[in-house]
């Protein structure tokens, strides 16, 4: 199986509010199916499907849906009730605009906006009167969804600013259907080590040391009708974090239509080749020159997307620990295993058999503490 993975830093910042609020995170990392021995290599990685359960138990143990990381807990079913606001609105800005008014009638909570500028239709949030009708911010060039207060009483939760905008941006392409473009994103806190991997997780330029956290994206999608029901809804919840810690493919940009390219590639029977770049800008019908351009816009190239989808497909596998690494090294479309163990040596620190071999000593099959598997 091929999946995403995420880095250690963000399983040991969503822990730490568990932590001080003196509850044993072991079991919470079991239930999840990781190994607490990976929590201290600052190069391991995870399936994102288990770092959705671990945010969900954590979210259980503590009882507050920021996880322990905001001034004041937010208790948990406010997300569902908000998402139940948002359904009844024509489209996505009045939407946006009813979850922003949501979370401020909430002492502690974050203090959101939405504010579209460049033209007379502009909109700010967050809104004191009814609802604008569809279209209302049509005329406008840009708009921002931002986060107006400091979400940051600990150094761990820079974590939690990062998540809102991951779940604003994830929640709103669910609501229109579409995966929502960004132009760039911004944060209040200095860059960290893990800077480098921003990008990829939004989709486009990121800074950092902004005056204020903001994601800004083109305004035309204020206007966006909102295609969601009760039921999908429920559907969604169900699922959640999952859904909305993922980035799913609606098929809507280049960096997604690449993606699913080289990762159906790698889910081909017999040993893999994946596809050049040129051989990708011919299936999507675009020049090699216009999918690099394209690429870069979304903040990524073909090169990184190669090496992600590798990476985590070897991840997935050894954390899986059935494969043996000579056949999971020619099905990523390495020629020699010595090769192979270069690249999983850059991409995490350490060998493909340490990988494997590293969590079975908390006790279970490979990365699992207890003989669990996501």
């Known amino acids: 199986m091929t999946g995403p993975t995420i880095a250690v830093h963000?399983?040991?910042?969503?822990?730490?509010?568990?932590?001080?609020?003196?509850?044993?995170?072991?079991?919470?990392?079991?239930?999840?199916?990781?190994?607490?021995?990976?929590?201290?290599?600052?190069?391991?990685?995870?399936?994102?499907?288990?770092?959705?359960?671990?945010?969900?138990?954590?979210?259980?143990?503590?009882?507050?849906?920021?996880?322990?990381?905001?001034?004041?807990?937010?208790?948990?079913?406010?997300?569902?009730?908000?998402?139940?606001?948002?359904?009844?609105?024509?489209?996505?800005?009045?939407?946006?605009?009813?979850?922003?008014?949501?979370?401020?009638?909430?002492?502690g909570g974050p203090e959101m906006a939405v504010t579209a500028e460049g033209g007379a239709?502009?909109?700010?949030?967050?809104a004191s009167g009814p609802d604008p009708g569809p279209g209302a911010a049509s005329a406008a060039l840009s708009a921002e969804f931002s986060i107006r207060t400091d979400l940051r009483p600990y150094p761990e939760a820079t974590f939690l600013a990062e998540s809102v905008m991951i779940i604003w941006h994830r929640l709103s392409s669910w609501l229109v259907g579409r995966r929502i473009p960004l132009r760039h994103a911004r944060f209040a806190h200095p860059a960290p080590a893990h800077a480098h991997e921003y990008e990829l997780l939004f989709g486009c330029a990121v800074r950092f040391g902004a005056p204020r956290t903001a994601a800004v994206f083109d305004a035309r999608w204020l206007a966006a009708p909102v295609v969601?029901?009760?039921?999908?809804l429920t559907a969604m919840l169900r699922r959640a974090p999952a859904d909305l810690l993922s980035r799913r493919e609606y098929g809507t940009t280049v960096?997604?239509?690449?993606?699913?390219?080289?990762?159906?590639?790698?889910?081909?029977?017999?040993?893999?080749?994946?596809?050049?770049?040129?051989?990708?800008?011919?299936?999507?019908?675009?020049?090699?020159a216009t999918l690099r351009r394209r690429l870069q816009e979304e903040g990524t190239s073909y090169r990184?997307?190669?090496?992600?989808?590798?990476?985590?497909?070897?991840?997935?596998?050894?954390?899986?620990?059935?494969?043996?690494?000579?056949?999971?090294?020619?099905?990523?479309?390495?020629?020699?295993?010595?090769?192979?163990?270069?690249?999983?040596?850059?991409w995490t620190g350490t060998t493909p058999g340490a990988y494997r071999l590293r969590p079975r000593a908390a006790g279970g099959p490979a990365g699992a503490p207890t003989g669990q598997q996501s």
Do not use: N, W
């Open 121 to 126: 239709g502009a909109r700010s949030g967050p």
């Open 10 to 107: 963000h399983v040991r910042a969503v822990l730490s509010g568990a932590r001080r609020a003196g509850v044993d995170t072991v079991p919470l990392l079991q239930a999840a199916r990781i190994s607490p021995l990976l929590i201290g290599d600052e190069r391991a990685r995870i399936g994102a499907d288990r770092f959705a359960r671990l945010v969900k138990e954590v979210q259980r143990a503590t009882g507050d849906e920021f996880l322990g990381l905001g001034p004041l807990p937010s208790r948990r079913g406010t997300f569902a009730m908000m998402g139940l606001a948002c359904l009844g609105c024509p489209d996505l800005g009045t939407a946006l605009e009813r979850a922003v008014r949501f979370y401020g009638l909430f002492p």
């Open 304 to 346: 990184r997307l190669k090496d992600a989808v590798r990476r985590d497909a070897a991840i997935s596998s050894l954390a899986a620990g059935r494969e043996p690494i000579a056949e999971l090294a020619a099905r990523l479309g390495f020629s020699e295993d010595t090769a192979f163990h270069r690249a999983f040596r850059r």
């Open 228 to 232: 969601r029901d009760e039921a999908a």
């Open 255 to 288: 960096t997604e239509r690449v993606r699913r390219t080289l990762v159906l590639a790698l889910r081909a029977a017999g040993p893999a080749r994946l596809p050049e770049a040129a051989e990708v800008a011919a299936r999507l019908a675009v020049s090699p």
